[in-house]
């Protein structure tokens, strides 16, 4: 029998991770917390010998700095994640989430408490270099129809970002995603447009960051977007609309499964976990990508009305709108040459450089000119929003056709 992590005890400890039980000796009842110090501290209960600590499931190997007194009887108190001067005792993990094991046959993990999911580095090549996402499109032509679909969206209106540091009415900014170790066991996930899903089981943790989750992170608001990245699979997996069951399993509105070393697009009038049928973490703008001073690829963005029509690369729309001058789901757009970008931080100038070189696509219906990104506690929310100086008259549409090798393919041609 396959050990499976996911049963929610008493909501008085909502925070805590049970997994179905194999064994009456399991460790039970996680709670982590920061102190006032920045310290972060674990309990525990129902512990056996000695537990140990970790950010992945699988990996829980690092031993508590205090063991010899925070843990007896039993149970775990005040337990540090390393010593003074140690990084990893304050350096709250991207996830959020601290891991126990312990001599027993189970497991459980912790959210921290007052902690806002960040970045974190993604094991794998996001998509191969030739992928259309990772394509450079700064010499390709304005398409003809670049400034009527502009104008559609907005020539007066700011461009957006969705996303920073946070929290923002107690809600993390941005769509968070969450790297799991290979050995993060599925649980089952259901859909309400299962039709066009892919069906099964996602590697999804049961204390995981939710776009829009506050307080409580894994009940999201908004689209509750979950991502998922896979390591050693280098697998994708993202759901809408993501809600937890009581037994641990998900459910969401869409879901799909993406290999991150493949070109392959979903089936065509088939969605995923964005309107237009596309994975959304490509398009991400991540702030470790900023921090090294080069994004390489393009960013994903939204409308408030779209048309009832889809291009290449995306595989599905969501509108009843039929007037061509709507822009259809897909385009690329990207900010025109002759914008001066030179007064902007060299932060702002590393997204805008992308934007010039990469643009952006139309990926879901939302707020005008609204580009998305992963949240992190080092994003600068001020400087940020400078970039809201840019209007859509700043941009144009690209025609991309000349890159299509294959319709159902993300294979970018030369």
């Known amino acids: ?80 994640l390393a010593a003074v001067g140690m990084p990893a005792r304050t350096d709250e993990p991207a996830t959020c989430v601290v891991y126990v094991a312990d001599g027993g046959s189970q497991a459980c993990s912790a959210w921290i408490k007052r902690c806002y999911p960040s970045s974190d580095p993604i094991p794998c090549q996001v998509l191969p270099t030739d992928d259309i996402w990772n394509t450079d499109v700064s010499a390709l032509p304005p398409d003809t129809m670049s ?9 007066t209106a700011p461009l957006h970002p969705d996303f920073g540091k946070g929290p923002y009415h107690n809600q993390s900014i941005g769509i968070p ?51 998922i990245v896979q390591e050693g699979t280098c697998s994708l997996s993202e759901v809408y609309a993501a809600k937890r069951g009581s037994d641990g399993s998900w459910h969401g509105g869409s879901g799909a499964i993406f290999d991150l070393g493949s070109d392959a697009l979903r089936t065509d009038t088939f969605t995923s976990a964005d309107a237009a049928g596309l994975p959304i973490l490509p398009g991400l703008v991540r702030y470790d990508e900023v921090a090294a001073g080069e994004i390489k690829h393009a960013i994903r963005f939204t409308a408030e009305v779209t048309q009832k029509a889809h291009v290449w690369p995306a595989r599905h729309d969501a509108s009843s709108n039929t007037d061509p001058n709507v822009p259809p789901m897909g385009i690329r757009v990207r900010l025109k040459n002759t ?69 159902n393919s993300g294979k970018a041609g030369p």
């Open 1 to 80: 029998m396959s050990r499976t992590r996911g049963r929610l005890p008493l909501a008085a400890v909502a925070a805590a991770l049970l997994f179905p039980a194999t064994s009456a000796v399991a460790v039970t009842h996680c709670k982590a917390k920061t102190l006032d110090d920045g310290t972060i501290v674990v309990s525990a209960r129902d512990v056996v010998g000695t537990p140990t600590w970790g950010t992945r499931y699988g990996n829980e190997v690092t031993a508590f700095d205090n063991e010899a007194t925070c843990i007896g009887a039993a149970s775990a108190s005040g337990c540090t």
């Open 177 to 227: 995603y969450t790297v799991v170790s290979s050995a993060q066991p599925p649980v089952g996930t259901s859909f309400l447009y299962s039709d066009e899903s892919d069906m099964g089981s996602y590697p999804i943790p049961f204390n995981v960051a939710v776009e829009g989750g506050g307080s409580h992170p894994s009940k999201g608001r908004g689209d509750a977007h979950v991502l």
């Open 147 to 155: 400034g009527t679909w502009v104008a559609s969206i907005g020539n």
């Open 339 to 407: 914008v001066d970008i030179s007064g902007f931080s060299a932060a702002n100038q590393v997204i805008l450089t992308a934007l010039k070189k990469y643009g952006m696509m139309l990926a879901d219906n939302g707020a005008n000119w609204f580009i998305s990104g992963a949240p992190d506690r080092r994003w600068d929310d001020d400087d940020l929003h400078q970039l809201t100086t840019l209007h859509g008259s700043d941009f144009e549409v690209v025609d991309v056709h000349s890159l299509m090798t294959d319709p």
